[in-house]
């Protein structure tokens, strides 16, 4: 419910009334209208009342008040419906309808704009510029359908004069990426004739009021309206609309919206086609009708780019076929050239319109499998009351109010009585059986006019009222006047609006223009004159067969309304039925994250079980009630309560996602780094080898070269070898000077260089090398050893050959054991000289001793 309006504001959900009677919803919707509350609740439903001023409540910050927010979370308002449908577009991928209904006068065009507006405003955050050009042509659009689709009328300033259903296409993220508008039952009577302070449709005022002086003299008009006859009336007539504005709007649309220059050109003439028309006078001539004023049957001529011979023979005659195939050519009298004349000006004007319409609304791109559906749906009543139009449009909302029934009321108790919840079945009006009245084949209002119609002879509105009372006088309908309002209706001008007659003759005029756009729109006209084509569908018949799939689309959809019928009703049944419900599944997909014994997967036995634990957690046992295969929740809190919930936690399960998914990319990361050093590895390894082979190959005969391959250049060494290169070779010239004689020693020196590398910082390998020290009796000194010994091992430390002072040559070695080292001289005779350690380090076992052995 919505909970942020005080109680001055009247009740905001008319679920919340004391008692659902009309006295106090009237009472409520009156308190609420003046606080300025033009919008008010019926579960998902709001009632909207036309405030008849421009209201501050469509901003920018209205908008992102409602943007992404639940139903309930905000005061009511058009935006929460819209937002209402585009999320159960989103989350649930289900094609939704908002069906904005009401009378003449209601706000069902401006309410379709704001519903727009917030689609629009709420979609496409990274401003892509294909999704950007769709949302505006689908704004741009609106203009253009107004400008030929509305009119000013006693009621109302901007009144829509057809039904429109609006098709928006979203693709998977949520962006429009297309569109496209069905068109019902334009008033094509407004073309010729209005209401007292009433005006035709805006295009012709916004023509000559806003059309610059050299469109005007290509169109041969002048710029004041009361110079017309389709338009003198509506030329006093008070309105607030800006017609110079509106049609640089409108030219500007249409350009947007993709009209060609000639497209556009072609509507302005058959726009000043019209008008001309209209001005036409005919005079009887003795036995013959003549036109008055052959200037204006040049205009329209050069206008619709057809002959002037042909427009005056279309005007004045009608050629027809007999029986035999014989073409004949029958004059019209001064009445029938004043009837055929409006005629073909009312579907001249009424296909014009409908094209431009059609044109600018055609918005449909080609889109994927997965693409999802938000569909608007707006039908206008028009404010000729008790006329032909008035019952077609009271048939069409009496067919939207069915359908109304059918979503809410039927399927809502069957429903309950399907899974089992207990209910206590409501008595309302089911409003089929008045549409079987209109509808019904055979026996319905629409048979009766088809039927009389079609009839041959002189058949008249007053004899076709008398057949309706023979055939319907007893009706079924007569016992419901207590939940009816009865009607009545003037038949006068039925069957000529049903019929809706044009001579074949002005459709081979049009289609033998030499413009392009105005050939298309009259096909029939190539049709030969002795050629039998079958009767086309009257207009009453036409429009039952568009509302009847407007109603096939829309059952198959998931509804939102903007309404004024059947509303008490639907108070009653909402208060008490279920505000929510869904299957089990998806229910616990949506909400197992709010409960710790279902997320991520739950354990119990079926996934009704687990629904129920997710409502014990939060404490809404008693708000729900659980069907065979769904769970019903009965006020929106609990699902708000839900909700919040959930979205409390989305961050987190964002958070703890985004955790395990960069980890993932880290260990890949590792384990393409160790490939890359494996291979590198690798390489490295092989370019030392392909160096060395190469070496190989290029000293691989140098023994048998006279300079033994000095002159033989080494390879370039690769990176890892450069320094093992310079070291080599360094080392190379010092032991190429060391005679042979000398390497045995050389080779015990790097022997001794080895084993005691890191025994000791000093142990004279960085002394000049003087050869064979020890046999060097220059020294006056005894040369000392220095070994380190541990207790731990028994290890030979030094093995050395040494010349004695008697050219013998003896073999020195040093061993260290356990508690002494031994010092063994092998020669003539061996000598061994064992030295022990200090008491001190026999005590500290795990310390190095040194020792000194003079050799001398």
Request: charged share 20%.
């Amino acid at each position: 419910m919505a909970v942020l309006e005080g109680l001055e504001f009247g009740k905001s959900d008319f679920v919340l009334l004391d008692e659902v009677n009309i006295e106090q919803f009237m009472e409520n919707l009156k308190l609420r209208f003046e606080k300025a509350r033009i919008y008010t609740f019926i579960g998902e439903g709001v009632v909207s009342v036309n405030p008849y001023k421009q209201m501050d409540i469509y901003g920018k910050e209205d908008i992102n008040a409602y943007r992404g927010r639940e139903l309930y979370e905000n005061p009511p308002h058009l935006y929460a419906v819209a937002d209402a449908a585009y999320k159960a577009m989103k989350r649930r991928s289900k094609d939704t309808c908002i069906v904005v209904s009401g009378e003449s006068g209601a706000g069902k065009t401006e309410a379709s704009k704001y519903i727009m507006q917030y689609i629009a405003a709420i979609t496409n955050p990274s401003q892509r510029a294909e999704v950007e050009s769709v949302k505006n042509v689908l704004l741009k659009s609106n203009c253009v359908l107004e400008a030929f689709g509305n009119a000013k009328t006693n009621r109302n300033d901007n009144s829509s004069r057809f039904g429109k259903y609006m098709d928006i296409n979203f693709n998977f993220n949520g962006d429009p990426t297309g569109g496209h508008i069905n068109n019902y039952l334009l008033e094509k009577s407004r073309v010729v004739q209005q209401n007292g302070g009433e005006r035709n449709f805006h295009s012709f005022y916004q023509l000559l009021r806003g059309g610059s002086d050299d469109m005007l003299k290509s169109l041969h008009l002048h710029n004041d309206p009361a110079n017309y006859v389709y338009t003198r009336d509506g030329a006093v007539a008070t309105t607030s609309y800006n017609d110079r504005y509106s049609h640089n709007t409108v030219l500007s649309a249409l350009n947007v919206i993709g009209f060609s220059e000639e497209e556009i050109h072609s509507i302005y003439r058959i726009l000043g086609t019209i008008l001309i028309l209209g001005n036409l006078q005919f005079e009887t001539d003795r036995e013959s009708v003549l036109v008055v004023g052959m200037e204006d049957v040049s205009h329209i001529a050069e206008l619709t780019s057809t002959e002037p011979d042909n427009v005056t023979k279309s005007l004045l005659y009608r050629t027809v076929a007999t029986g035999g195939g014989e073409v004949i050519e029958k004059g019209h009298s001064e009445k029938e050239a004043c009837f055929g004349r409006d005629a073909f000006t009312k579907v001249l004007g009424w296909t014009h319109q409908y094209k431009t319409i059609y044109l600018s609304s055609n918005l449909t791109t080609t889109l994927g499998l997965h693409d999802r559906l938000c569909h608007i749906n707006t039908c206008v009543c028009v404010s000729l009351l008790f006329s032909f139009e008035q019952f077609c449009i009271n048939y069409c909302n009496e067919k939207l109010q069915q359908l109304f029934i059918q979503l809410i009321l039927c399927q809502e108790q069957d429903e309950y009585k399907r899974e089992g919840i207990i209910w206590q079945h409501m008595d309302y009006f089911n409003n089929q059986i008045i549409v079987d009245l209109v509808e019904q084949p055979h026996k319905g209002i629409i048979s009766v006019l088809d039927e009389a119609c079609l009839s041959v002879g002189k058949v008249t509105d007053t004899v076709c009222l008398e057949s309706m009372d023979a055939k319907l006088g007893q009706h079924p309908t007569t016992p419901l006047a207590r939940w009816v309002r009865t009607a009545l209706y003037s038949v006068e001008g039925f069957l000529d609006k049903n019929k809706d007659p044009l001579f074949q003759d002005f459709k081979r005029l049009m289609f033998n223009s030499s413009n392009p756009v105005m050939k298309e729109m009259w096909p029939d006209g190539q049709l030969s004159i002795t050629e039998v084509t079958k009767r086309p569908l009257t207009a009453a018949t036409l429009f039952k067969n568009s509302i009847v799939a407007l109603v096939e689309k829309l059952s198959c959809k998931e509804p939102y309304y903007v309404a004024y019928l059947g509303l008490l009703e639907n108070v009653r049944v909402r208060r008490a039925g279920f505000a929510y419900r869904q299957a089990y599944t998806r229910f616990l997909q949506r909400y197992k994250m709010t409960c710790e014994y279902t997320w991520p997967n739950h354990l119990m036995g079926t996934d009704r079980e687990a629904v129920e634990a997710i409502v014990t957690q939060h404490g809404l046992q008693d708000d729900v009630a659980y069907g065979h295969t769904k769970l019903f929740v009965r006020t929106p809190k609990s699902l708000f309560t839900l909700e919040q919930e959930r979205a409390a936690l989305i961050p987190v399960l964002v958070l703890f996602l985004q955790k395990v998914w960069r980890g993932a990319q880290a260990r890949m990361r590792c384990r393409r780094m160790r490939a890359i050093f494996a291979i590198m590895g690798c390489y490295k390894r092989y370019k030392v080898k392909v160096h060395f082979w190469e070496v190989e190959r290029r000293f691989a005969n140098v023994c048998n070269m006279a300079d033994y391959g000095k002159s033989v250049e080494w390879p370039t060494p690769p990176a890892a070898l450069t320094q093992f290169h310079s070291i080599t070779w360094r080392a190379w010239q010092i032991v190429k000077n060391i005679p042979p004689s000398d390497m045995g020693e050389i080779r015990a020196k790097v022997a001794a260089l080895g084993a005691l590398n890191g025994e000791r910082k000093d142990w004279g390998c960085g002394r000049s090398w003087e050869r064979d020290y020890l046999a060097n009796v220059s020294h006056s000194h005894s040369t000392a050893i220095y070994v380190q010994y541990f207790h731990s091992v028994s290890k030979i430390l030094f093995e050395r050959m040494l010349k004695h002072q008697h050219n013998t040559i003896h073999t020195l070695t040093l061993t260290l054991t356990q508690t002494s080292i031994q010092y063994t001289i092998r020669g003539d005779t061996m000598t061994s000289f064992r030295k022990h350690p200090s008491q001190a380090g026999r005590n500290a076992c795990n310390e190095p001793q040194s020792h000194q052995i003079v050799v001398g």
